[in-house]
Nanobody
Framework: VQLQASGGGLVQPGGSLRLSCAAS????????MAWYRQAPGKQRELVAF???????NYADSVKGRFTISRDNAKNTMYLQMNSLSPEDTAVYYC????????????WGQGTLVTVSS
């Protein structure tokens, strides 16, 4: 499995962005997919994840503003980010994992989101 994240950019406070994470391979639908972010000088933190059966989990800091979703037909995960603030500025990474055989633990490259006026 390989992951390719895209969709980052510069956005004004209050604006929106949608990130995408495209996966290779044939087992996408069985993977847990997640978004993490790392702000300058801070540790990488979990933003949200979505399980293979559609279960969702969000960090408190993004609840009500961000929506994670997946399209198994397109092997792609999304992160819709609304009401962005400067505190959301970070490099966003996607991650895929599977804890049953065949085991998977893969990171995509980051995509930079900058929220600034």
């Amino acid at each position: 499995v390989q992951l390719q994240a895209s969709g980052g950019g510069l956005v004004q406070p209050g604006g929106s962005l949608r990130l995408s994470c495209a996966a290779s391979g044939s087992i996408f639908s069985s993977l847990v997919m997640a978004w993490y972010r790392q702000a300058p000088g801070k540790q990488r933190e979990l933003v949200a994840f979505i399980t293979s059966d559609g279960g969702l989990n969000y960090a408190d800091s993004v609840k009500g503003r961000f929506t994670i979703s997946r399209d198994n037909a397109k092997n792609t995960m999304y992160l819709q980010m609304n009401s962005l603030s400067p505190e959301d500025t970070a490099v966003y990474y996607c991650k895929a994992y599977k804890t049953t055989p065949p085991y998977v633990h893969v990171w995509g490259q980051g995509t930079l989101v900058t929220v600034s006026s």
